[in-house]
Protein backbone atom coordinates (compact mmCIF):
# COMPACT_ATOMS: atom_id res chain seq x y z
CA UNK A 1 0.00 0.00 0.00
CA UNK A 2 1.21 3.51 -0.99
CA UNK A 3 2.13 5.52 2.15
CA UNK A 4 2.43 9.43 2.13
CA UNK A 5 6.34 10.80 3.00
CA UNK A 6 6.97 14.05 4.13
CA UNK A 7 7.49 16.13 0.53
CA UNK A 8 5.07 13.46 -1.33
CA UNK A 9 4.62 16.18 -3.74
CA UNK A 10 6.26 18.51 -4.88
CA UNK A 11 4.36 19.91 -7.92
CA UNK A 12 1.38 19.05 -9.82
CA UNK A 13 0.42 17.43 -13.13
CA UNK A 14 -1.28 19.75 -15.07
CA UNK A 15 -2.87 17.55 -17.82
CA UNK A 16 -3.19 17.79 -21.38
CA UNK A 17 0.61 18.70 -21.73
CA UNK A 18 3.44 16.69 -23.17
CA UNK A 19 5.72 17.09 -20.28
CA UNK A 20 7.64 13.58 -20.00
CA UNK A 21 8.29 12.06 -16.82
CA UNK A 22 10.92 10.14 -15.72
CA UNK A 23 11.15 7.46 -13.06
CA UNK A 24 13.49 6.08 -10.01
CA UNK A 25 13.17 3.11 -7.83
CA UNK A 26 15.29 2.66 -4.68
CA UNK A 27 15.04 -1.19 -3.62
CA UNK A 28 15.43 -2.69 -0.06
CA UNK A 29 14.16 -6.16 1.12
CA UNK A 30 11.04 -5.11 2.14
CA UNK A 31 10.24 -2.43 0.80
CA UNK A 32 11.05 -0.16 -2.46
CA UNK A 33 11.07 3.86 -2.47
CA UNK A 34 9.88 5.37 -5.78
CA UNK A 35 10.16 8.65 -7.10
CA UNK A 36 8.77 10.43 -10.28
CA UNK A 37 10.21 13.62 -11.98
CA UNK A 38 8.97 15.78 -15.36
CA UNK A 39 11.36 17.13 -17.89
CA UNK A 40 12.62 19.66 -16.10
CA UNK A 41 13.60 17.94 -12.93
CA UNK A 42 11.11 18.36 -10.25
CA UNK A 43 9.78 15.75 -8.41
CA UNK A 44 6.03 15.26 -8.99
CA UNK A 45 5.26 12.24 -7.06
CA UNK A 46 6.76 10.08 -4.12
CA UNK A 47 5.56 6.89 -2.43
CA UNK A 48 7.00 3.76 -0.69
CA UNK A 49 5.44 0.59 -1.78
CA UNK A 50 6.34 -2.95 -0.76
CA UNK A 51 9.21 -4.68 -3.29
CA UNK A 52 6.93 -6.87 -5.29
CA UNK A 53 6.87 -7.05 -9.20
CA UNK A 54 2.76 -6.47 -8.72
CA UNK A 55 2.67 -3.87 -6.53
CA UNK A 56 4.71 -1.93 -8.36
CA UNK A 57 2.97 -2.62 -11.93
CA UNK A 58 -0.31 -1.29 -10.07
CA UNK A 59 1.64 1.97 -9.01
CA UNK A 60 2.63 2.74 -12.16
CA UNK A 61 -0.41 2.09 -13.96
CA UNK A 62 -2.13 4.00 -11.20
CA UNK A 63 -0.54 7.18 -12.48
CA UNK A 64 -2.67 9.64 -14.09
CA UNK A 65 0.37 10.63 -16.70
CA UNK A 66 2.93 7.67 -18.63
CA UNK A 67 6.10 7.53 -17.45
CA UNK A 68 9.16 7.34 -20.13
CA UNK A 69 11.76 5.66 -18.40
CA UNK A 70 11.86 3.79 -14.93
CA UNK A 71 15.60 2.52 -14.04
CA UNK A 72 15.94 0.13 -11.31
CA UNK A 73 19.46 -0.52 -9.93
CA UNK A 74 20.96 -3.73 -10.23
CA UNK A 75 20.67 -5.61 -6.81
CA UNK A 76 19.88 -8.88 -4.95
CA UNK A 77 15.73 -8.58 -6.13
CA UNK A 78 16.59 -6.59 -9.30
CA UNK A 79 15.87 -9.21 -11.88
CA UNK A 80 12.96 -10.47 -10.37
CA UNK A 81 11.17 -7.31 -10.25
CA UNK A 82 12.69 -6.47 -13.61
CA UNK A 83 11.51 -9.56 -15.37
CA UNK A 84 8.19 -9.07 -13.79
CA UNK A 85 7.43 -5.04 -14.74
CA UNK A 86 8.61 -6.21 -18.37
CA UNK A 87 6.30 -8.48 -18.73
CA UNK A 88 3.38 -6.10 -17.97
CA UNK A 89 5.01 -3.55 -20.58
CA UNK A 90 6.33 -1.02 -18.37
CA UNK A 91 9.65 0.82 -19.69
CA UNK A 92 12.15 -0.13 -17.21
CA UNK A 93 15.63 0.18 -17.12
CA UNK A 94 18.30 -1.95 -14.83
CA UNK A 95 21.13 0.08 -13.99
CA UNK A 96 25.14 -0.40 -13.69
CA UNK A 97 25.41 -0.67 -10.10
CA UNK A 98 29.32 0.80 -9.83
CA UNK A 99 27.83 3.43 -12.63
CA UNK A 100 24.54 4.71 -10.31
CA UNK A 101 27.55 4.32 -7.22
CA UNK A 102 30.22 6.87 -8.94
CA UNK A 103 27.08 9.25 -9.45
CA UNK A 104 26.09 8.95 -5.95
CA UNK A 105 29.48 9.75 -4.39
CA UNK A 106 28.84 13.17 -3.23
CA UNK A 107 25.63 12.56 -1.57
CA UNK A 108 25.85 12.81 2.12
CA UNK A 109 23.03 10.49 3.54
CA UNK A 110 22.42 7.52 1.55
CA UNK A 111 18.58 6.23 2.00
CA UNK A 112 15.99 4.26 -0.33
CA UNK A 113 14.19 7.47 -1.12
CA UNK A 114 17.21 9.60 -2.05
CA UNK A 115 18.34 6.54 -3.71
CA UNK A 116 14.96 6.66 -6.30
CA UNK A 117 15.32 10.78 -6.55
CA UNK A 118 19.07 10.31 -7.73
CA UNK A 119 17.99 7.27 -10.27
CA UNK A 120 14.98 9.58 -11.22
CA UNK A 121 17.42 12.26 -12.42
CA UNK A 122 19.73 9.80 -14.27
CA UNK A 123 16.74 8.49 -16.44
CA UNK A 124 16.23 12.41 -17.05
CA UNK A 125 19.23 13.24 -18.29
CA UNK A 126 19.97 9.91 -19.78
CA UNK A 127 23.63 9.36 -17.73
CA UNK A 128 22.93 5.42 -17.07
CA UNK A 129 24.60 2.44 -18.18
CA UNK A 130 22.07 -0.46 -18.81
CA UNK A 131 22.87 -3.89 -18.03
CA UNK A 132 21.78 -7.21 -19.48
CA UNK A 133 19.44 -9.24 -16.87
CA UNK A 134 20.03 -12.64 -17.48
CA UNK A 135 17.07 -15.44 -18.48
CA UNK A 136 14.93 -17.10 -16.04
CA UNK A 137 17.29 -20.38 -17.10
CA UNK A 138 20.20 -18.73 -16.80
CA UNK A 139 19.48 -17.56 -13.02
CA UNK A 140 18.27 -21.44 -12.74
CA UNK A 141 21.72 -22.70 -13.71
CA UNK A 142 23.37 -20.10 -12.13
CA UNK A 143 21.79 -21.26 -8.71
CA UNK A 144 22.58 -24.76 -9.93
CA UNK A 145 26.23 -24.01 -10.09
CA UNK A 146 26.15 -21.96 -6.49
CA UNK A 147 24.84 -24.63 -4.63
CA UNK A 148 27.13 -27.13 -5.71
CA UNK A 149 30.24 -24.83 -5.37
CA UNK A 150 28.90 -24.66 -1.82
CA UNK A 151 28.43 -27.87 -0.85
CA UNK A 152 31.54 -28.59 -2.30
CA UNK A 153 33.55 -26.58 -0.50
CA UNK A 154 32.28 -27.44 3.02
CA UNK A 155 32.76 -31.28 2.07
CA UNK A 156 36.59 -30.15 1.50
CA UNK A 157 36.09 -28.25 5.18
CA UNK A 158 35.11 -31.28 6.86
CA UNK A 159 37.44 -33.65 5.68
CA UNK A 160 40.03 -30.81 6.48
CA UNK A 161 38.97 -30.78 9.97
CA UNK A 162 39.09 -34.05 10.27
CA UNK A 163 42.56 -34.44 9.50
CA UNK A 164 43.41 -31.46 11.72
CA UNK A 165 41.30 -33.09 14.63
CA UNK A 166 43.15 -36.73 14.06
CA UNK A 167 46.91 -35.05 13.51
CA UNK A 168 46.62 -33.03 17.05
CA UNK A 169 46.83 -37.16 18.48
CA UNK A 170 49.58 -37.92 16.23
CA UNK A 171 46.89 -39.51 13.45
CA UNK A 172 48.09 -38.98 10.30
CA UNK A 173 45.49 -39.73 7.53
CA UNK A 174 47.57 -39.86 4.92
CA UNK A 175 46.45 -39.78 1.11
CA UNK A 176 42.85 -40.73 0.49
CA UNK A 177 40.28 -41.34 -2.04
CA UNK A 178 36.78 -40.18 -1.31
CA UNK A 179 36.12 -44.04 -1.11
CA UNK A 180 38.38 -44.81 1.19
CA UNK A 181 38.59 -41.74 3.38
CA UNK A 182 36.05 -43.09 5.87
CA UNK A 183 37.45 -46.30 6.25
CA UNK A 184 41.12 -44.59 6.82
CA UNK A 185 39.18 -42.62 9.62
CA UNK A 186 37.52 -45.58 11.88
CA UNK A 187 41.10 -47.33 11.07
CA UNK A 188 42.62 -44.72 12.64
CA UNK A 189 40.03 -43.88 15.84
CA UNK A 190 40.06 -47.62 16.00
CA UNK A 191 40.52 -47.55 20.26
CA UNK A 192 39.79 -44.38 21.22
CA UNK A 193 36.32 -43.89 22.14
CA UNK A 194 36.07 -40.23 22.55
CA UNK A 195 37.83 -40.07 18.86
CA UNK A 196 35.38 -42.50 17.11
CA UNK A 197 32.37 -39.99 18.53
CA UNK A 198 34.14 -36.98 17.16
CA UNK A 199 35.12 -38.87 13.74
CA UNK A 200 31.70 -40.20 13.37
CA UNK A 201 29.86 -37.36 14.02
CA UNK A 202 31.93 -35.40 11.29
CA UNK A 203 31.99 -38.52 8.78
CA UNK A 204 27.98 -38.48 9.37
CA UNK A 205 27.90 -34.75 8.16
CA UNK A 206 30.47 -35.35 5.06
CA UNK A 207 28.39 -38.38 3.82
CA UNK A 208 25.88 -35.94 3.76
CA UNK A 209 27.10 -33.33 1.92
CA UNK A 210 28.85 -35.62 -0.54
CA UNK A 211 25.50 -36.84 -1.78
CA UNK A 212 23.91 -33.94 -1.82
CA UNK A 213 26.93 -32.50 -3.94
CA UNK A 214 26.77 -35.27 -6.09
CA UNK A 215 23.26 -35.19 -6.98
CA UNK A 216 23.50 -31.78 -8.22
CA UNK A 217 26.62 -32.61 -10.07
CA UNK A 218 24.70 -35.14 -11.62
CA UNK A 219 22.11 -32.62 -12.69
CA UNK A 220 24.36 -30.26 -14.25
CA UNK A 221 26.26 -32.46 -16.53
CA UNK A 222 22.84 -33.70 -17.63
CA UNK A 223 22.25 -29.66 -18.62
CA UNK A 224 25.48 -29.81 -19.85
CA UNK A 225 25.11 -32.43 -22.33
CA UNK A 226 21.31 -31.46 -23.52
CA UNK A 227 22.86 -28.19 -24.59
CA UNK A 228 24.18 -27.92 -28.53
CA UNK A 229 26.82 -25.42 -27.82
CA UNK A 230 28.63 -27.55 -25.33
CA UNK A 231 28.14 -30.66 -27.38
CA UNK A 232 30.07 -28.52 -30.17
CA UNK A 233 32.91 -27.52 -27.13
CA UNK A 234 33.25 -31.78 -27.04
CA UNK A 235 34.33 -31.75 -30.19
CA UNK A 236 37.72 -29.46 -30.02
CA UNK A 237 40.70 -31.92 -29.79
CA UNK A 238 42.08 -32.38 -26.42
CA UNK A 239 45.77 -31.19 -27.67
CA UNK A 240 43.97 -27.93 -28.22
CA UNK A 241 41.99 -27.72 -25.13
CA UNK A 242 44.52 -28.96 -22.11
CA UNK A 243 45.94 -25.93 -21.44
CA UNK A 244 42.32 -24.12 -20.90
CA UNK A 245 39.42 -24.46 -18.53
CA UNK A 246 38.81 -27.66 -16.58
CA UNK A 247 35.82 -30.09 -18.89
CA UNK A 248 33.63 -29.23 -16.26
CA UNK A 249 33.65 -25.57 -16.31
CA UNK A 250 33.84 -25.64 -19.98
CA UNK A 251 30.50 -27.48 -20.61
CA UNK A 252 28.90 -25.15 -17.50
CA UNK A 253 29.99 -21.88 -19.14
CA UNK A 254 27.46 -22.33 -22.04
CA UNK A 255 24.61 -23.13 -20.34
CA UNK A 256 24.68 -19.96 -17.73
CA UNK A 257 25.25 -17.93 -21.00
CA UNK A 258 22.58 -16.03 -22.92
CA UNK A 259 22.83 -16.26 -26.79
CA UNK A 260 24.94 -13.14 -27.83
CA UNK A 261 21.68 -11.95 -29.34
CA UNK A 262 20.95 -9.88 -26.15
Known amino acids: METPESGAVCSKHHRGTTTEHYAGIGVSLESASLCVVDA???????????????????WF??????????????????????AGMREAGLT???LEIRHVRDAFKAMPVKTDRKDARGIAQLMRLGWFRPVHCKSLLAQEVRALLTARKRLQTKNHDVEMSLRGVLRGFGLKVGPTTPRTFATRIRELVAGHPALSTVAEALLAA???????????????????????RVRLLTTVPASARSSGLPMYRRLTIPVVSDPPRR
Open 206 to 228: RSTLFGQWQQLEKRLRSLAREDR
Open 61 to 82: RGLEFAVTRIGLEAGPLSQWLY
Open 40 to 58: TGRIIREAKVASEPDVLIA
Open 92 to 94: VEL
